[in-house]
């Protein structure tokens, strides 16, 4: 059975940092491609970034490059989404999911964990 589990957010000031966590159990993390994506209330679900799992490539959205960066430890079947420089705007629901690529269609992502909220407040 295909599990992720976020962890990781919480409450933060503007301009901190959080790290968040993506433990996937189920399958082998070399052969699936990991996003994380975000909800705020009242708004959908979008793609933050992604890591591919052919050769590393990354992707982000434009509101969040340059501020956040994805990686990811085979070894420990875990990804990571280092979020620094933190706004307000950033505030939502953070979801991880798996697919075999890095997909933009939020539809093709069929294995995804239950959130984590992040709080961007002072």
């Known amino acids: 059975q295909v599990q992720l589990v976020e962890s990781g957010g919480g409450l933060v000031q503007p301009g901190g940092s959080l790290r968040l966590s993506c433990a996937v159990s189920?399958?082998?993390?070399?052969?699936?491609?990991i996003g994380w994506f975000r909800q705020a209330p009242g708004k959908e679900r979008e793609g933050v970034s992604c890591?591919?799992?052919?050769?590393?490539?990354?992707y982000y959205a434009d509101s969040v490059k340059g501020r956040f960066t994805i990686s990811r430890d085979n070894a420990k079947n875990t990804v990571y989404l280092q979020m620094n420089s933190l706004k307000p705007e950033d505030t939502a629901l953070y979801y991880c999911?798996?697919?075999?690529?890095?997909?933009?269609?939020?539809?093709?992502?069929?294995?995804w964990g239950q959130g984590t909220q992040v709080t961007v407040s002072s």
């Open positions: 189920g399958l082998t993390l070399d052969y699936y491609a």
């Open positions: 999911a798996a697919h075999n690529y890095c997909s933009g269609y939020i539809a093709d992502w069929g294995s």
């Open positions: 890591i591919s799992n052919s050769d590393g490539s990354t």
